[in-house]
């Protein structure tokens, strides 16, 4: 039976993920038309005839944006986090300071970081939090059931131009922790003043099962190559 992995909307603002499926058949009608009413043009070799570039497009999960927002880079200046920070971000001249772990990140006050509060128990909670090296932590208000032994792989989508997905793989604790919380994040970096809509997909995730956290390679190396490089050395 396939591994099932539950999406939970966790606030009535989310978008869970979705499955991404190639238009194959209209594909293939668009090869038909020119085969049948073209003389030398044809369209037989697009992508979406190519099995493994349609199982490529379609694995996993896309993640979608859950607002309109207008992004802009995001300078930060990692500070002491412990003996006096406060002196430290007038040190660096920055009009806000955000504590993360034993760290404190000094950036400017910048509208988008504020604005997208949502309603929580507790009160209001922003929508993303200062992360570091000029990403922010996307809180998206949905989780993921991932299975023990498994993993989920962030990568970023070749659509979205100006923001930079940075790869990276939760572990099911991890999820089963951002589940108590406000659910799933993922790691984003601002590159350029781009806008995304709600409902546009921003990055793709991917099950993995920890076997391909595991594996080594074996290299079969010819006899004549090995003498070779034991020569060169």
Request: with cysteine; aromatic share 8%; proline share 7%.
């Amino acid at each position: 039976m396939p591994v099932e992995v539950p999406f939970r909307q966790l606030h009535p603002w989310s978008l869970p993920p979705s499955k991404f499926s190639v238009d194959r058949k209209r594909s293939r009608a668009d090869a038909e038309v020119y085969r049948d009413h073209f003389r030398f043009v044809r369209a037989e070799r697009r992508p979406e005839h190519c099995a493994p570039w349609v199982m490529g497009q379609e694995l996993g999960w896309r993640v979608h944006s859950p607002i309109d927002i207008t992004f802009t880079p995001l300078d930060q200046i990692e500070l002491d986090g412990v003996t006096e920070p406060e002196a430290a971000g007038r040190a660096a001249n920055c009009t806000e300071l955000w504590q993360r772990e034993k760290s404190h990140l000094a950036v400017e006050k910048t509208s988008w970081l504020h604005l997208h509060q949502f309603r929580t128990q507790r009160g209001w909670e922003n929508m993303f939090l200062v992360n570091g090296a000029g990403t922010v932590e996307w809180r998206l208000g949905w989780a993921a059931d991932v299975p023990r032994g498994y993993f989920l792989m962030v990568l970023p989508l070749h659509e979205t131009v100006g923001l930079e997905i940075p790869v990276g793989v939760l572990s099911s604790t991890s999820t089963a922790h951002m589940a108590k919380e406000h659910g799933m994040s993922v790691a984003v970096k601002p590159t350029a003043v781009t806008t995304i809509r709600r409902g546009e997909p921003i990055a793709r995730i991917v099950l993995l099962h920890a076997d391909s956290l595991q594996a080594q390679a074996v290299f079969d190396v010819p006899e004549e190559a090995e003498r070779a490089d034991a020569a060169r050395a």
